[in-house]
């Protein structure tokens, strides 16, 4: 059974930092292509960071570029996203997701079509 696990969410203030962890059980991370995805009460799911099943292939939403970094372990069969210089904006609820080992060279890279497999999500909240 294919099972995600998302942690390393809370309440941080602004400028500050999380790391989140999308850990996997049930099946291999290594030929998945991962994206993280963020949804904010009352807005659509959005893309924030995909990587490619080797990790030779990254991208990022606009929003974040130049304050998150996405890599993986396969060996840990995790994914992680480091988030720094974080704003009030980046408050949402995050969702890793499994795609193809390709998904992060595609035109679906950062949309949620994309992929097929879904965690339950960590809250992150930035506030002061």
């Known amino acids: 059974q294919l099972h995600f696990v998302e942690s390393g969410g809370g309440l941080v203030q602004p400028g500050g930092s999380l790391r989140l962890s999308c850990a996997a059980s049930?099946?291999?991370?290594?030929?998945?292509?991962i994206g993280w995805f963020r949804q904010a009460p009352g807005k659509e799911r959005e893309g924030v960071s995909c990587?490619?099943?080797?990790?030779?292939?990254?991208d990022y939403a606009n929003s974040v570029k130049g304050r998150f970094t996405i890599s993986r372990d396969n060996a840990k069969n995790t994914v992680y996203l480091e988030m720094n210089s974080l704003k009030p904006e980046d408050t949402a609820v995050y969702y890793c997701?499994?795609?193809?080992?390709?998904?992060?060279?595609?035109?679906?890279?950062?949309?949620?079509?994309?992929?097929?497999?879904w965690g339950q999500g960590t809250q992150v909240t930035v506030s002061s």
């Open positions: 997701a499994a795609g193809s080992p390709a998904i992060c060279y595609s035109d679906n890279r950062l949309t949620p079509r994309g992929y097929d497999h």
């Open positions: 049930g099946f291999t991370l290594d030929y998945s292509g």
């Open positions: 990587i490619s099943g080797n990790g030779g292939i990254t």
